[in-house]
């Protein structure tokens, strides 16, 4: 009986193949019949058309022969050739991103030409447009292309040039959206209307134009990047089931977005809410927004996920967001926020039992270390964690960090003889705790030192690495390269004892 080569399995070429580059995968399939035959639809499966692509040569020459196999096309060069290019078998798209594109001769016929290929594939149910340059009048005037695609799912429009831009291209995108909204579970809205807005519609539309208007009930995810407006707000009443709503404004406070997502909770509408990430959510009005938020939607979901960026919090929004969802956390990064209180993040660690992701990073979210190590971690499954820490306290300065209190001052400087001296006991107690955390993968350690003193509180010694060597699933440590932090005899120990261990001192 012959015996079957284990290279003739289409199971383990496709398993092989993932980690081919095309120009890899076009010379397999010059081995052998069977091998041609098994990675040539591999080779077409996901097209990418790049101005700097080293594949574009070998792609281009088979796709009047072989584009009936692509699945996934994408392109992102600001010179596109003639779409006529992926000939006309090409009938089985469930993906296509076009980027800003501009075309060789006679743009017009290429502009039908793309048409036609967007309509030749009704099975296309990811398509991501970007809106500078042509697009946008190939799509979306005198004809909404987005009728013509039956299964679309996942839409995802974007144009972040200045919104004062001449010769905008955004008209007819929003229209087209409310009339496919219905079918979508994914939104990406990624336009900066800004003063063009009132431009473009005159002013805003009466509420009653659009008040008989059906919900999307089957939208799941919802993303709205660009300028307080009245179409991010009407997307936002049109989507009472998300799950996902990720909101990021450079020019204003995303507080009418969430009023209007809490108002709509409050009124007995049942909330689904799991991942929330908003950016800039500054002032009064956005903290009072955000917690009736938290709330509201409390009553019939809990988030998992949450992300502030750029960001104030105060006291109250902080003892809102553990106290209804703190339970259910899996997922918190604050990068580049405030927080009016710096021992409020380490509430985190106490009031989190299911964090599996943390991150605080940036400006003024940084952890004074005392406060760290002296609250009790209850989240020990986690698997990520970067933090910024300060390195002063005031303990050294004549004074205490805020919020620390006197009797925490007092235990914190147990061990030390003068206010000269470093305090020994914090940092062994760090490394201590995250010794605990068996199924910490990555740890991101930073270093701020607002006052130059030349004083480090965080090192890490040779006590210390015993400590990192317990997680045997740590695979990446990112921590600061200078002597004071690590020396060279430790990085040479933690090397011997651990030599799969990404290490990269920044």
Known sequence: MRTRSPFHIQELVEEISKYLEKSDLARCAQVCKAWYEGHIPLLYRQVRYDKNSRDNETLWTGFQRYSHHIRAFAASAEIFPDPLLLGSQCRHLTELSLGPLDFLEQPDRSHARLRELIVQNPSIRTLQIDLRRHLSGILFRGHNILRLMPSLKNLAILDDRYPYAKGSQCNGAFEAILECGSQLETLTYQIFWGGSDRAVSGSEPDDDAYRDAKPWTGLSSLTICGY???????????????????????????????????????????????????????????????????????????????????????????????????????????????????????????????????????????????????????????????????????LYYGGEPAGMSSGERASTAEGSTNNDEPVVEPQRLFWRKIGMLKDLGSLHINMSTPHSTGTKL???????????????????????????FITDAVKEELHRRRPGLRVIYA
């Open 228 to 394: 307080d407006g009245w179409r991010e707000l009407e997307l936002v009443k049109r989507s009472p089931n998300l799950r996902r709503l990720n909101a990021r404004f450079k020019k204003m406070n995303c507080d009418s977005v969430l009023l209007q997502m809490a108002l709509l909770y409050q009124s007995g509408h049942p909330s689904r809410l799991e991942h929330l990430e908003l950016s800039h959510l500054r002032g009064q009005r956005a903290q009072t927004a955000l917690e009736m938020l938290l709330q509201s939607c409390a009553r019939t979901s809990c988030l998992r996920t949450i992300s502030l960026y750029e960001s104030y919090i105060s006291e109250t929004t902080t003892e809102i967001l553990l106290t209804y969802h703190g339970n259910t956390l899996e997922r918190a990064a604050m990068a580049n926020s405030n927080w009016t209180n710096p021992y409020d993040f380490c509430r985190m660690f106490t009031m989190c039992p299911q964090l599996k992701h943390l991150e605080a990073t940036g400006r003024g979210d940084k952890l004074w270390l005392q406060h760290l190590v002296q609250s009790p971690w209850a989240c020990m499954d986690l698997r990520t964690l970067n933090l910024t820490i300060i390195e002063e306290t005031l």
């Open 458 to 484: 965080l090192s890490i010694v040779d006590a210390d690495v015993e400590h990192l060597c317990r997680l045997t699933r740590l695979w990446e440590l990112r921590i600061p390269s200078d002597q004071d």
